[in-house]
T-cell receptor, first 115, second 111 residues
Framework: DQQVKQNSPSLSVQEGRISILNCDYT??????FLWYKKYPAEGPTFLIS?????DKNEDGRFTVFLNKSAKHLSLHIVPSQPGDSAVYFC??????????????FGQGTRLTINP | DAGVTQSPTHLIKTRGQQVTLRCSPK?????VSWYQQALGQGPQFIFQ???????QRGNFPDRFSGHQFPNYSSELNVNALLLGDSALYLC??????????FGPGTRLTVT
């Protein structure tokens, strides 16, 4: 049961243009969403997050949009740079009685920025 | 400021053997989580440790166990290794509910 889905395994974008990565989720209890970037031979690096009480969060070139009714979020990167080429993971968490934060990840989207 | 560190980097084991992986959290972090990432998949939550106790567990069998020490470092133990346990094992640390920061992982190969 894949609660977080990234349906595009790969995406290729021209340098300077906008990259849009998409993520869908099924669990309505998720209230916190994150994007991580992963380079080969490294662990995932936290990029940006959004709480379910917001519909947009911006940090420099990165903006995350959340559409709760559609259970969909997206990451926009503007402008795209060659160093943005990596695998991007969408993750979500729901409040747990234990107080723990258990992240549920999508399968990842490989973004390639072409010069 | 050192980030999350993990050891060893790579490990090769035989079916049926036992393995221990180690993690040192980022300075100031008190919570450690472990994830398993199979090839082509996203990381899957194994368990989370806080105040030296397992606070939450994912859908992994009892062969997977862990420990957190008073200095917040952690170990992941896997007994009776199966071929399907071959994966990248990621440790993540956080300060009580904040964003999780990941280490580089340990690549485990079971033959």
């Amino acid at each position: 049961d894949q609660q977080v889905k990234q349906n595009s395994p790969s995406l290729s974008v021209q340098e300077g243009r906008i990259s849009i990565l998409n993520c869908d989720y099924t669990n309505s209890m998720f209230d916190y969403f994150l994007w991580y970037k992963k380079y080969p031979a490294e662990g995932p690096t936290f990029l940006i997050s959004i709480s379910s009480i917001k519909d947009k969060n911006e940090d420099g070139r990165f903006t995350v949009f959340l559409n709760k009714s559609a259970k969909h979020l997206s990451l926009h990167i503007v402008p795209s740079q060659p160093g943005d080429s990596a695998v991007y993971f969408c993750a979500a968490s729901a409040p747990l009685i234990s107080g723990a934060q258990k992240l549920v990840f999508g399968q990842g989207t490989r973004l390639t920025i072409n010069p | 400021d050192a980030g999350v560190t993990q050891s060893p980097t790579h490990l090769i084991k035989t079916r049926g053997q036992q393995v221990t992986l180690r993690c040192s959290p980022k300075s100031g972090h008190d919570t450690v989580s472990w994830y398993q990432q199979a090839l082509g998949q996203g990381p899957q939550f194994i368990f989370q440790y806080y105040e030296e106790e397992e606070r939450q567990r994912g859908n992994f069998p009892d062969r997977f166990s862990g420990h957190q020490f008073p200095n917040y470092s952690s170990e992941l133990n896997v007994n009776a290794l199966l071929l399907g346990d071959s994966a990248l094992y990621l440790c993540a640390s956080s300060w009580t509910g904040d964003e999780q920061y990941f280490g580089p992982g340990t690549r485990l190969t079971v033959t």
